[in-house]
């Protein structure tokens, strides 16, 4: 039984980890689609969600399986409960990459905007989060998943950046309200990607130190 | 044991519905700020935002505590991992409200966009759909569930609507981008809200029938 348990926990993680690289992959083709208007890479991310999805409802139906079945105790029972909070986490990472390729293929149909901006540098930096949260996950490595947490901050003044320099654009020259428009809803995307990044870095920080440290940097406002 | 089980499973409920009314009511002030410009009404949104994070957390430690403690099977089990689910919904709810209440708080410096499209019948049709999902939860009522999954489809398209009012607004006036930029960030708002509610709901099906309906709506697309 317990060995059982043990193989089970395995496969568990071993999903959780497809499932990660499904939803990282996603981001970053939907948001190559958008720097390289590439319409195939957009329809690519379009195609995948379904994958993600049956993805998270395996898992899911893993974690009841080792509930019910198992009734596993302290540190195992907060680790499945963390992993199906991650599981959670990766599909909304999927479902904003879907936005992104949504908003490629309109961009697509219009005259760009300058240089794009901040943008590249605040998909890498979301992008950077999300593999180092799920790195830090597998190796249990509590420093890893703080830093993460730290980059949140840099994402939100990034964005500010973007944003403010969007609106000027908007202001300037009616012909790129529309296009800048998408690029307000990317940005945003990009946000929620990290914001996703930040929830599974504190859920390692809860696996690894049985601390809860969701809130403590909005309470310190 | 059983009959204290019983009881603490009342209690966790009960808990949720104090999580749900003050995440309803966050929502309610900040969108009252926004379109009465209300500085009072927004300022009372971004201190009441510790208290939801409180609640989270302690209902969070009640799920741990059911689990560890009484090891649940099936029904039971369905039940605490739907409401550990929906409880973070609430969160994310209440964290929407705050964000609203930012972009009231910017808003009332600069001058009126129009009068505010539709984004009223958008947030009382979010509101709703909040209400809606939890008095289901409450009385295990599937059809009220479906609903609200209904809904979300007119609040997906009151929002591309009010998106298309805005940006001819600011194409048309280059003195509104920032105001009607800041009604674009409420409307994703009330999108999310709206995403939300709609999660909840799926949790309620998911309770009654023991069926997990999250994705059809997705996958049917």
């Known amino acids: 039984m317990e060995r059982h348990f043990e193989h089970d926990l395995e496969e568990l993680k071993e999903r959780?980890?497809?499932?990660?690289?499904?939803?990282?992959?996603a981001v970053h083709r939907a948001v190559q689609a958008v720097f390289e208007k590439n319409e195939a890479f957009a329809t690519e991310v379009l195609e995948g969600e379904k994958a993600i999805n049956d993805m998270q409802i395996e898992i899911d139906d893993r974690v009841m399986?080792?509930?019910?079945?198992?009734?596993?105790?302290?540190?195992?029972?907060?680790?499945?409960?963390?992993?199906?909070?991650?599981n959670n986490d990766l599909e909304r990472i999927g479902d904003q990459a879907v936005n992104i390729a949504q908003s490629a293929l309109r961009i697509l149909r219009h005259p760009q905007v300058k240089p794009y901006v901040d943008l590249p540098r605040m998909s890498d930096l979301?992008?950077?989060?999300?593999?180092?949260?799920?790195?830090?996950?597998?190796?249990?490595?509590?420093?890893?998943?703080?830093?993460?947490?730290?980059?949140?901050?840099?994402?939100?003044?990034?964005?500010?950046?973007?944003?403010?320099?969007?609106?000027?654009?908007?202001?300037?020259?009616?012909?790129?309200?529309?296009?800048?428009?998408?690029?307000?809803?990317?940005?945003?995307?990009?946000e929620r990607i990290g914001d996703h990044a930040t929830n599974i870095a504190e859920d390692v920080i809860y696996i690894v130190a049985g601390r809860d440290v969701r809130h403590l940097a909005a309470d310190r406002r």
């Not at 959780?16 to 992959?25: C, G, R, V, Y």
């Not at 296009?179 to 990317?186: D, K, T």
């Open 126 to 190: 979301a992008e950077g989060m999300v593999r180092d949260s799920i790195a830090a996950f597998i190796r249990r490595d509590d420093e890893l998943a703080k830093s993460v947490l730290i980059r949140d901050d840099l994402v939100d003044s990034l964005r500010d950046q973007i944003f403010r320099e969007l609106l000027t654009y908007m202001m300037e020259n009616s012909a790129v309200v529309y296009p800048a428009f998408e690029l307000i809803l990317v940005t945003k995307n990009l």
């Open 16 to 25: 959780l980890l497809w499932m990660a690289s499904l939803s990282e992959h």
């Open 65 to 86: 399986q080792l509930l019910a079945l198992q009734a596993p105790m302290a540190v195992d029972l907060r680790f499945i409960l963390a992993t199906s909070r991650i």
